[in-house]
Antibody
Framework: EVQLLESGGGLVQPGGSLRLSCAAS????????MTWVRQTPGKGLEWVSS????????YYADSVRGRFTVSRDNSKNTLYLQMNNLRADDTALFYCAKPINGWSPFDCWGQGTLVTVSS | EIVMTQSPVTLSVSPGERVTLSCRAS??????LGWYQQKPDQPPRLLIYDASTRATGIPARFSGSGSGTEFTLTISSLQSEDFAVYYCQQYKNWPRTFGQGTKVEI
């Protein structure tokens, strides 16, 4: 069964850092581009970042560029999101998501990990 | 950035009714458009990709149409398990963008 499991969320003060992980199982992570999407409680979905299968190309939303870094370790079947200089408006549930193929929409999502930025 | 606008924001319907949800893109996304369903406390589930192709395991009552800037998700006969929020998403350009969602409620 294809599964994604996020971890690493928590409560952090403004200006702090967190590193999210997404462990993949049931498929070979290295065969797929991967994406992080976040959702503010009670609100809609916001694309955050995507990385190609090999890890050589990454894309970011303007709201996180320069503060967040996506990476992957295909040997460990794990995707990461390093988040620095966190702000209150980064508070959200962060999902990792797998596409059908290429850069297509996402046919598998994790359950999400909650990031709360507050003093 | 391509802005995705969904309408209506909320749709009140009864089981068995035919439901039509709309999604408009601020510029052409050709057919690079997907639809998701999200229920409370669950991640989104992909329903439709490439504007009109049902994802694996999605019932035939869900169908998508459109191209360019205007898209439609149709549920032919609404079932009780279909009450949820529906989002469209374009994957033509970076950044990827989602619509704000349409809530289908009783």
């Amino acid at each position: 069964e294809v599964q994604l499991l996020e971890s690493g969320g928590g409560l952090v003060q403004p200006g702090g850092s967190l590193r999210l992980s997404c462990a993949a199982s049931g498929f070979t992570l290295g065969s797929y581009a991967m994406t992080w999407v976040r959702q503010t409680p009670g609100k809609g979905l916001e694309w955050v970042s995507s990385i190609n299968a090999g890890g050589g190309s990454a894309y970011y939303a303007d709201s996180v560029r320069g503060r967040f870094t996506v990476s992957r370790d295909n040997s460990k079947n794990t995707l990461y999101l390093q988040m620095n200089n966190l702000r209150a408006d980064d508070t959200a549930l962060f999902y990792c998501a797998k596409p059908i193929n290429g850069w297509s929409p996402f046919d598998c999502w994790g359950q999400g990990t909650l990031v709360t930025v507050s003093s | 950035e391509i802005v995705m606008t969904q309408s209506p924001v909320t749709l009140s319907v009864s089981p068995g009714e035919r439901v039509t949800l709309s999604c408009r893109a601020s510029q052409s996304v050709t057919n690079n458009l997907g639809w998701y369903q999200q229920k409370p406390d669950q991640p989104p589930r992909l329903l439709i990709y490439d504007a009109s192709t049902r994802a694996t395991g999605i019932p035939a009552r869900f169908s998508g149409s459109g191209s360019g800037t205007e898209f439609t998700l149709t549920i032919s006969s609404l079932q009780s398990e279909d009450f949820a929020v529906y989002y469209c998403q374009q994957y033509k350009n970076w950044p990827r963008t989602f619509g704000q969602g349409t809530k289908v409620e009783i």
